[in-house]
């Protein structure tokens, strides 16, 4: 036992120490100065018109994305759930596909595609639609929406699909059955019984699309509040209005993310899909169906086509396409010093980071299940916080804390770098091993016990087959993430010799020449990575794929 | 005359190019209690949603009070329907979802709480309406389901297997609710099952299907004593089955039978086409009285059931036959005993093989 609670301690201060020290530090420098009690860090950041201005754009800027992937995912849900049409599960996958490249490296392709002398307006001034080009880009903030609406909205998607899955399709037809049309059903029954699901999906699409760093920086739009905080870490301990402006990220995420989740406790009503007798029905008008899919996926992907083409481009000017092709950038990815480093670096740092959550979630899944110690309640909670912290808050509270001692993120960032990749995972692994071990009965444990075996064997012949398949996929998909993580990396890796992917590719799109190509090469490296691992986790998780994209 | 609410014609369904529905036909009264009884997966649900409109029919017609209803929406039908696991909105509370069919058709607000609370009389539902329906019981859900559909005065009510989710006890209870509450509004209801002790309690009209289609059309009374087949026969209460032939007709309507357990004799309604036949009785179709078509039996086993006892008792040939008599003769059998019993002629049933 006193071992057990030994374990429990360890791992509980761990957490206090690298997530919430970091959050209560942050709260000290925007509360106290010279030790009292004060707001005048928060009047004089509000006093601030340019920082009013940017917590009002990433204000727009979520709520404006949140609608837009909305526009997307939910009919798109819909029709996955109610039609059977051949290829369907196959679309089902292609439609995942744009959340494998973060908007963020996606960025640089669709700048060629949508600038003043981009793809698009070529191709308008030689249909004759237009006679000058148009900045479609303008400020930014145009082109940040675009990217963000196609890279998110498969997680309304995949939420409104997993809240369909769990819906008894005879609660509708009970509504029509008492003489509802298509819209009064819609309206009273299904919107209000998938509402948990659409609300749970706003609030990870809201939190994401305001804490993005990546891509304002891609389209060098300076008024968000990402942007604002990163812009403020050069003078972290001369100005404490960073603090603030991350204090205000983490009220409006925590807030948002306890209501939703009493919004969801309150209201979730599973209905239990019961197999009605074809429910899926046959879509009639297949090209309809078909050309509007297509055509919403090509969309979808352009950011990702124009990656490619403009890692092959030799010169693109003037043209639609790329006049000239060739594989130069990937030779260069593969043998010059600073991109060997950060696919050196990125893999390392992800293997690691992907371990330690692995071994800690199925601890801390196992201790939360099957041991019977007091206070295990707060190892639950502590394990949940990351999904409360966005990366830019940890990255920046690491570079409050640590700066000057001896884990200076200025010095050498590695253990941050690792420590910020596995925590910000961690819940999901947590969950993963958490709902394979209730679902594992207790007395096939027993049965193995009674036979003679010990705790190690057990655990090798039993627990572990049982459970592996889940943190496997769980571990890849945390593994994909680090991989192509950005916020974390682009505050915490400082010095050229410890840059992940995420650091190389930012800095090689602000190079001129051949800069953006090389960075598109390598783009296109960790994106078909990211591809690879999430086409295996959907393999194993099969629908359950939502589970991580979801809160509650 | 009875007048006619629904009838169905020729309705043909299949799934993926399967049959599931194969030419079903038949027409239900005002007032009737309709059960359509048969073994799980021979159609009856599907048939049961394609009268609501939910699955559309390959083949066929449905009219409804004299109206051609085939291609008409599930919600342009007025028709009642109370699924199987109820489909109650766990986001509203007992009071909305009854209510839910009037507001719908934008009644009054007056109005409406006026009928739900007659509604809620009737389903004896009063103290329960503020609750959600995860708050109730699995019997009280039902209720409501009940009461979300009639309130709405619908032109008939279908029924699928409204009681297979409740145990034993509440099933019995609510079957007498369902009587009763199908005698104060005088609705038209039409009932799936498959279970025979629902349909012969409930039922004023019995339809049998099997394998897609439709075998026998009528009273329980009917269906119990002259079955159209072995299938009805067996499937509808116990029944002891001989295989014979008719050697001779004794006199009008009198046969004379050759089996493997002797000669019998038989009261004859129909002459079958057939001289090879199946010689049937029902377990409580004997009498000790014997004269005529006796058999000669050991007791294989007992069950002791409170209205009756059951016998089984195995012949020299080593046929089984169930007998149902008086509980109160529980103490003059014992197991291996011989049992002499005979068979009424007026109450065998004569099959066609």
Redesign the interface.
């Known amino acids: 036992m006193k071992k057990k609670y030994f374990l429990f301690v360890l791992i509980s201060f761990f957490l206090i120490y690298f997530l919430l020290y970091p959050v209560f530090h942050i709260f000290i420098q925007s509360f106290f100065q010279k030790g009292k009690f004060t707001l005048d860090v928060f009047k004089l950041t509000i006093g601030n018109y340019i920082i009013r201005k940017s917590i009002i754009n990433s204000f727009l800027l979520g709520i404006i994305v949140v609608f837009t992937t909305s526009i997307i995912g939910v009919p798109l849900a819909f029709i996955f759930d109610r039609f059977y049409f051949k290829g369907k599960t196959i679309l089902r996958i292609l439609f995942l596909l744009p959340m494998i490249a973060s908007p963020f490296v996606s960025g640089i392709g669709i700048k060629q595609v949508i600038s003043r002398f981009g793809s698009l307006n070529i191709l308008l001034l030689k249909l004759g639609i237009i006679k000058n080009p148009i900045s479609f880009l303008g400020s930014g903030f145009l082109g940040i929406i675009i990217l963000q609406t196609l890279h998110l909205y498969p997680i309304m998607f995949l939420n409104i699909s997993s809240s369909l899955n769990n819906f ?1 399709i ?2 509708e ?9 298509w819209f ?1 059903t819609f309206l ?2 299904t919107f ?2 998938i509402l948990p699901g659409y609300f749970s999906a706003s609030s990870i699409i809201f939190i994401w699309s305001i804490t993005d760093l990546g891509t304002p920086l891609i389209f060098e739009y300076n008024n968000l509040i990402a942007v604002r905080i990163y812009n403020n870490i050069k003078d972290i301990n001369t100005n404490p209005t960073g603090y603030a402006l991350v204090f205000i990220v983490l009220f409006i995420t925590i807030s948002l993310f306890i209501f939703t989740k009493k919004y969801i406790e309150k ?1 979730s ?1 599973t ?1 239990g899909r ?1 197999a009605t ?2 429910s899926e029905k046959i879509i009639e008008r297949k090209f309809l169906l078909y050309s509007s899919l297509f055509l919403l996926l090509f969309i979808s992907l352009i950011p990702h086509i124009t990656l490619l083409l403009y890692s092959f481009s030799k010169k693109w000017f003037f043209s639609i396409l790329p006049s000239q092709y060739t594989d130069e950038y990937y030779k260069i990815v593969f043998t010059h010093r600073l991109t060997k480093t950060g696919i050196f670096n990125s893999l390392i740092y992800s293997s690691i980071s992907t371990t330690i959550d692995i071994l800690l979630g199925f601890f801390i899944g196992y201790i939360l299940v099957r041991w019977k110690i007091k206070c295990k309640g707060l190892l639950d909670i502590l394990s949940m916080i990351p999904l409360l912290i966005p990366g830019i808050v940890l990255a920046f509270g690491y570079v409050g804390l640590f700066s000057n001692t001896l884990l200076d993120p200025i010095k050498n960032p590695v253990f941050l770098i690792i420590l910020s990749y596995s925590l910000r995972r961690l819940p999901y692994i947590v969950r993963t091993t958490y709902s394979s071990l209730l679902q594992l009965n207790e007395n096939l444990e027993e049965a193995s016990y009674s036979l003679g075996a010990d705790d190690i064997t057990t655990f090798k012949r039993i627990i572990f087959p049982i459970v592996s398949p889940g943190i496997f996929a769980g571990g890849i998909l945390a593994f994909s993430f680090s991989l192509m993580e950005v916020s974390c990396s682009l505050i915490l890796a400082v010095r050229e010799k410890f840059y992940p992917i995420s650091k190389v590719i930012y800095i090689l799109s602000g190079r001129v020449t051949d800069g953006p190509n090389t960075a598109c090469a390598l783009g296109v490296f960790g994106m078909i990575i990211t591809g690879i691992c999430l086409f295996i986790s959907i393999k194993i998780f099969s629908k359950k794929i939502g589970d991580f994209f979801r809160i509650g | 005359m009875e007048r006619e609410i629904l009838r169905v014609e020729n309705i043909e369904k299949k ?1 993926d190019g399967k049959e599931v529905l194969k030419n079903i036909s038949f027409t239900v009264y005002e007032n009737d209690f309709f059960f359509i009884l048969g073994p799980s997966g021979c159609g009856k ?2 048939f049961l ?1 394609i009268i ?4 559309q029919p390959d083949r066929g017609r449905i009219i409804l009070n004299k109206k051609d209803i085939t291609n008409l ?4 039908r ?4 109370v ?1 199987q ?1 109820y ?5 509203m509370k007992v009071k909305e979802n009854i209510a ?2 009037l507001k ?2 934008k009644y009054t607000d007056e109005f409406v709480k006026r009928k739900v609370e007659e509604m809620l009389e009737i389903t004896k539902l009063k103290e329960i309406k503020d609750l959600y329906p ?1 708050q109730i019981s699995g019997g009280q859900q039902q209720r409501v389901a009940l009461a ?2 009639l309130i ?1 005065d619908p032109l008939i009510l279908l029924l699928d297997e409204p009681l297979s989710n409740l145990d034993a006890k509440l099933r019995d209870e609510l079957r007498r609710e369902l009587k009763r509450i199908h005698k104060e509004t005088e609705k038209t209801m039409i009932y799936v099952t498959h279970d025979q002790k629902e349909a012969m309690t409930l039922s004023t009209n019995i339809a049998i299907m099997k394998d897609k289609e439709i075998i026998q059309i009528g009273s329980p009374y009917e269906i119990y004593t002259n079955p159209k087949n072995l299938f009805v026969a067996s499937f509808i209460g116990e029944i002891n089955v001989i295989k014979g032939k008719i050697v001779e007709k004794i006199k009008e309507n009198l046969v004379k039978i050759e089996t493997d357990e002797g000669y019998f004799f038989s009261d004859l309604y129909k002459i079958p086409n057939s001289k090879d036949i199946f010689l049937c009785f029902r377990p409580e179709s004997i009498t000790k009285e014997e004269r005529i078509n006796v058999i000669k039996g050991r007791l294989k086993e007992y069950e002791f059931l409170g209205e009756t006892l059951k016998l089984s008792i195995i012949t020299e040939k080593g046929n089984i036959f169930k007998l149902s008599i008086s509980p109160y003769d529980f103490e003059k059998y014992r197991r291996g005993e011989n049992i002499i019993f005979s068979v009424e002629k007026e109450k065998f049933i004569i099959l066609e093989e």
Request: hydrophobic share 35%; charged share 15%.
């Open positions: 008894d005879s609660t037809e009970a509504s029509y059955n008492l003489g509802a049309s009064q009273k029954i209000p019984l209201t009503y209905t019961i007798l074809h | 799934f649900t599907t949603r609501a409109g939910f699955t929406p599930p919600n342009k007025n028709i009642g329907f699924f696991n489909a109650l909105w766990p986001h839910y069919g719908i058709r995860n979300r559909a709405v």
